[in-house]
């Protein structure tokens, strides 16, 4: 069964402090990764996506790594407006076709 | 550009009804996806429409069911609801280019409560 997680399920950072959010996946056959930022009640806000191994982009604060079994979005120097539940997705292919599994998400605060 | 736009923001349904959702796709987009998202958690993937033809579903009962118009718009509808029906629904929209690869706009959900 194809599956996501992400951790830490909640991480609290001041200002300026850099760290990561980790998405692991098991798929059967990945066509695509991607990240979004989502803010409550309202629709998950698209970031990234990424295709194979070893790909990086990178989006003002916000970088994104791609290894064969997981992912990384690097923030640096996070700002408050930052704050928000980060959500990691697969893109796969099974016999019903096109299936999109996305993981629980990441809630980040970044305090002033 | 219209990004992508849902209808209605807000609905109350009882056990059993029937409910339309509604999803106006971005401009050029072909494909059509719909989520359910239950509160603090992510997105499950219900199914996808491709050129009017459905392309992909995820683990949902028939009574779950769409369609995608000529102008890409889509509908979702859910027959026999269920208390557990109770979740914001998300359509994502997206260009799906030869290779298959793409990215999803979200529109901003519409809010089901099931009651």
């Known amino acids: 069964e194809d599956q996501v997680t992400q951790s830490p399920e909640a991480l609290r950072l001041q200002e300026g402090e850099s760290s990561s959010l980790n998405c692991s996946y098991t798929v059967s056959g990945l066509r695509g990764l991607f990240w979004y930022r989502q803010d409550p009640g309202k629709g998950p806000e698209f970031l990234f996506t990424l295709y194979s191994a070893g790909e990086e982009k990178e989006k003002e604060r916000l970088k994104a790594t791609l290894t064969k079994k997981e992912s990384f979005l690097h923030i640096t120097a996070p700002k408050p407006e930052d704050s928000a539940t980060y959500l990691c997705a697969v893109q796969v292919e099974d016999n019903y076709g096109q299936n999109f599994v996305f993981g629980p998400g990441t809630r980040l605060s970044v305090l002033p | 550009e219209t990004g992508v736009t849902q209808s209605p923001t807000h609905l109350i349904k009882t056990r059993g009804q029937q409910v339309t959702l509604r999803c106006s796709s971005q401009?050029?987009?072909?494909?059509v996806s719909w989520y359910q998202q239950a509160l603090g958690q992510g997105p499950q993937f219900i199914f996808q429409y491709y050129r009017e033809e459905e392309n992909g579903r995820g683990n949902f009962p028939p009574r779950f069911s769409g369609l995608q118009f000529p102008n890409y718009s889509s509908e979702l509808n859910v027959n026999a609801l269920e208390l557990d029906d109770s979740a914001l629904y998300l359509c994502a929209s997206s260009l799906r280019g030869l290779a298959g690869k793409y990215e999803q706009y979200f529109g901003p959900g519409t809010r089901l409560t099931v009651t």
């Open positions: 401009s050029g987009h072909n494909t």
